[in-house]
């Protein structure tokens, strides 16, 4: 097992005539993903590789049965993608787009909860299950099939650790990337509570930044309701205060969201902190 | 985008807020002028982008308008926490009843808005939410509804605003939202938002932070950016469409990640700490790191005279690290930097984009393979070039 996605699921790649979209869908499909179609609205009736492309999302599910879907769209057109696939009644929504108004967020991620929709990201690298499926850019080499999960706020340090676990000879049940953004579909303790409850993950690695209370409630979760360990690291501890630090919900403001308070937090719940990303193996092992 | 007080509250105006009917100088004689059209006592405000200004000096009551001028003499050009005043807000004094708190910002968490208030406004909000956090009312807002009048009520019941004022609060308050909400705001504050001498609600200081990813559809805010208080590099960075803030170590940083890149910095303090030493930047190259880019990135870090070693950190899973070793050699050979560089690439075809970099020769750059390794020989760099 694993969570969230796997071998057998069905995926949409919103955005799939696009160059992104696209370059992505192949490497999805190389790694055995079953891309079963693309929507580009207008494009309905095209062929992406062996994918019927369609023109909306609800048209692609009846003929597709597909139950995950990639948003790959600019962020002018993402929340409208995203609320297509809400509606269609995809139960795992990803979406990979950067820069989207917080004020359309809120609104999508209330919205998908409406439908009963899981929203990962936006602003995200997706999720993989490795050796049977990944939907996102997260790349193929960064990890081997095993049974630790990682969830992460971010996308190359993700792969940064990734590796150094796949060079220490550690696999991972499912890489998760919740987003960097302020305002996210699923959280960090939502993601802890599917690996704590997947008999194949027996340990976590937790990947977070300055900004906001996510870490924080993590922590408490930790705390009162994992039994397996979890190690982690936090990103940020030389960022100054009041500075967006690249993603948009990298800030600590007004004292709040420090790393300092965030690896308190998590040692206090039990967990182990790295200072270093590539210490993490040795945490895990 | 942070907006100053006196455009934040000619902002809230237009959402039919009452302010005071001050006006912005940029000379002494601007500030004696405005002042006399007033023709009462008026306060003198320094405008820049950082909290504290009153304990600063950067506020100041003028009894008339030659006291005006005095004062904004003495604020203009005047350095608060590293900035320099270019403009003041003379505003007429308003007789002060009671100061009240008033905001809305986005909750992140709950990930809707949420209007927090008080009727012990005027301090600053962190330390009244440290001192006495049950004097603050907050209050969550369903983002597909929009604020609903039951929350006013209860607002302003459980703030304890006298009823007499309700109304004119409750509009206020239902106008502050649709500030919030139609500028994309993230975070649209009063404070404090006074009761008058004479009874009426008044904004007397503002602060409006506009969400940066909604700038294309506000071009009216967009508009009113100061970018004064910017530093150099970072203004060139923002030309070139690459994330940078300037900090003040000495080793540069080029990484492609946000959290990638914040963590070569807190490598660079984890090993150089205890030296004095850090990172002289954050920079995010994005996704391509084409040799433009590469370049660009590499003008902006050694822009900054501080920096004594440049770190270059890329960790290629789309992003092939053979093109990006290209990308640096041809930067470097455009821009020829005169301190050590360290090049860390790791991922896809890291074993070919290092090749590369070993058999150019250059004797300045030297190659790591592991984050932590680069980060040592970058310290260990910047301190031989102290």
Not at chain 1, 170 to 193: C, N, Q, Y
Not at chain 2, 323 to 346: F, H, S
Request: hydrophobic residues 45%; aromatic residues 4%; charged residues 20%.
């Amino acid at each position: 097992m694993s969570i969230l996605i796997d071998r057998n699921s069905l995926v949409l790649v919103q955005g799939i005539t696009g160059r992104q979209g696209g370059f992505h869908a192949r490497l999805m499909m190389a790694y055995g993903t079953q891309v079963v179609g693309g929507v580009t609205p207008g494009k309905g009736g095209e062929w992406f590789e062996s994918a019927p492309v369609f023109d909306t999302v609800r048209a692609a599910v009846q003929t597709t049965n597909a139950d995950t879907s990639l948003v790959t769209v600019p962020a002018r057109f993402a929340p409208d993608a995203v609320m297509e696939a809400a509606d269609a009644g995809i139960k795992l929504i990803i979406c990979l787009t950067e820069h989207i108004p917080v004020a359309d967020m809120m609104k999508v991620v209330a919205f998908c909860k409406r439908r009963g929709s899981r929203l990962i990201g936006p602003n995200c690298p997706g999720v993989m299950t490795p050796g049977q499926a990944k939907v996102g850019i997260i790349p193929a080499m960064v990890a081997e099939p095993g049974n630790v999960g990682v969830v992460s706020k971010s996308g190359t340090l993700t792969y940064e650790v990734g590796f150094a676990m796949k060079n220490a000879g550690i696999g991972i049940s499912t890489i998760v990337g919740i987003g960097g953004d302020p305002v996210i579909g699923t959280t960090f303790v939502d993601v802890l509570e599917m690996f704590e409850n997947d008999p194949e993950t027996e340990k976590v690695a937790l990947l977070g930044e300055i900004g906001g209370s996510a870490e924080i409630v993590a922590a408490d979760y930790i705390k009162n309701c994992m039994t397996k360990p979890v190690a982690a690291f936090i990103a940020g501890r030389s960022a100054p205060p009041g500075k967006r630090m690249g993603h948009a919900g990298a800030i600590v403001d007004g004292g709040e969201g420090s790393a300092d308070e965030k690896i308190q937090a998590l040692e206090a719940a039990g967990a182990r902190v790295a200072n270093n990303p590539e210490a993490i193996p040795s945490l895990l092992a | 985008m942070k907006l100053h007080e006196y455009q934040s509250k000619f902002l809230f105006r237009e959402f039919g807020i009452p302010i005071p009917d001050g006006q912005v100088a940029r000379t002494p004689d601007e500030a004696h002028e405005i002042a006399s059209q007033l023709g009462e006592a008026v306060v003198v405000k320094a405008q820049v982008h950082v909290g504290g200004r009153g304990k600063a000096g950067g506020v100041k009551l003028a009894r008339d308008a030659d006291e005006a001028r005095q004062f904004a003499a003495d604020i203009l050009g005047m350095d608060i926490k590293g900035l320099t005043v270019e403009q003041v807000l003379i505003d007429p004094a308003a007789a002060i009843q009671q100061e009240i708190y008033l905001a809305i910002t986005n909750d992140r968490a709950a990930g809707c808005p949420l209007i927090m208030s008080s009727m012990e406004g005027g301090m600053d909000i962190e330390e009244l939410n440290r001192e006495r956090p049950e004097a603050i009312i907050r209050e969550r807002i369903d983002p597909s509804l929009g604020l609903q009048n039951f929350q006013l009520t209860y607002i302003a019941s459980a703030m304890g605003m006298p009823r007499a004022r309700w109304r004119s609060f409750g509009s206020i308050l239902r106008s502050l939202y649709r500030c919030y909400s139609e500028s994309d705001a993230e975070l649209a504050e009063i404070n404090p938002l006074v009761i008058t001498g004479g009874g009426e609600l008044l904004a007397v200081d503002g602060k409006v932070i506009i969400d940066d990813n909604a700038l294309f559809r506000q071009p009216k805010l967009a508009a009113q950016r100061d970018a004064s208080g910017e530093p150099e590099s970072e203004r060139l960075a923002r030309e070139a469409g690459i994330t940078f803030i300037k900090l003040d170590g000495q080793i540069g940083c080029m990484v492609n990640g946000a959290g990638l890149a914040m963590t070569t910095m807190d490598m660079t303090k984890l090993y150089g700490d205890a030296d004095g030493i850090g990172p002289a930047n954050f920079l995010d190259i994005g996704g391509g790191a084409s040799p433009e880019q590469v370049a660009a990135a590499l003008r902006i870090i050694l822009s900054d005279a501080k920096v004594r070693c440049v770190l270059i950190n890329i960790f290629g899973g789309i992003t092939r690290c053979d093109e990006v070793a290209d990308g640096i050699l041809t930067a470097y050979n455009e821009v020829k930097p005169n301190v050590p560089m360290v090049i860390r690439l790791q991922g896809t075809n890291a074993s070919e984009g290092n090749a590369i970099i070993s058999q150019a020769r250059m004797p300045n750059i030297a190659s790591a393979e592991t984050l932590t390794q680069a980060a040592q020989m970058a310290v260990a760099a910047a301190k031989e070039q102290a």
